[in-house]
């Protein structure tokens, strides 16, 4: 069994950050890809930023620049810094991850989702 369990959402004035957080535990041989998506009321969930096992990056064009998506391989875990955050950025946040659970068993798994909200 696997779980994924985020951290680190909450209400913050815009301009501000927030560090989002979530660790991978359970039964898990290696972690592939791992990713951030975001969704709000009546809205498709869409992807923020992924990452690669070795590092590489991709990030929504609404938040070039501004959010950076970073993993701990030794610690099973994802991170998204968003800094200079907008209204826009309003929404339940949730982690994904592309798992291996033995050499040959693979699954993908979701996160329960942290609430961000920008407001002032």
């Known amino acids: 069994q696997v779980q994924l369990v985020e951290s680190g959402g909450g209400l913050v004035q815009p301009g501000g950050s927030l560090r989002l957080s979530c660790a991978a535990s359970?039964?898990?041989?290696?972690?592939?890809?791992m990713g951030w998506y975001r969704q709000t009321p009546g809205k498709q969930r869409e992807l923020v930023a992924g990452i690669s096992r070795v590092g590489r990056t991709n990030y929504a064009d609404s938040v070039k620049g501004r959010f950076t998506i970073s993993r701990d391989n030794a610690k099973n875990t994802v991170y998204l810094q968003m800094n200079s955050l907008k209204p826009e950025d309003t929404a339940v946040y949730t982690c994904?991850?592309?798992?291996?659970?033995?050499?040959?068993?693979?699954?993908?798994?979701w996160g329960q989702g942290t609430q961000v909200t920008v407001s002032s």
């Open positions: 359970g039964t898990i041989f290696s972690i592939n890809a």
């Open positions: 994904n991850a592309d798992i291996l659970i033995t050499i040959i068993e693979r699954q993908n798994y």
